[in-house]
């Protein structure tokens, strides 16, 4: 797993604004329990690509997962009715 951080990582280092790379390495940290850092890289990836439900959905478990209940609602309350 430390291998896939530093693959996204790389990715990111050469466009920072590469959903995949974003978005899969907020999977990656959340799938770590490293919830505070997903949750960063899943509102990153929002900012990307507003539209991407998964993003939204990612923002909000990490959220839940960290006890941040309104949060996580919130995420859940904005995220596109359809992508």
Known sequence: TEAALDYYLSGIRCSSTNFPCVFNL????????????????????????????DAYYGSALSSFKMKRFQEAFDNLKNMPATA
Not at 32 to 38: E, F, G, P, S, Y
Not at 39 to 49: M, S, T
């Open 26 to 53: 907020a999977c990656v940290y959340a799938n770590l329990q490293k919830h505070a850092n997903a949750l960063k890289w899943f509102n990153i990836a929002i900012k990307i690509d507003p539209n991407s439900m």
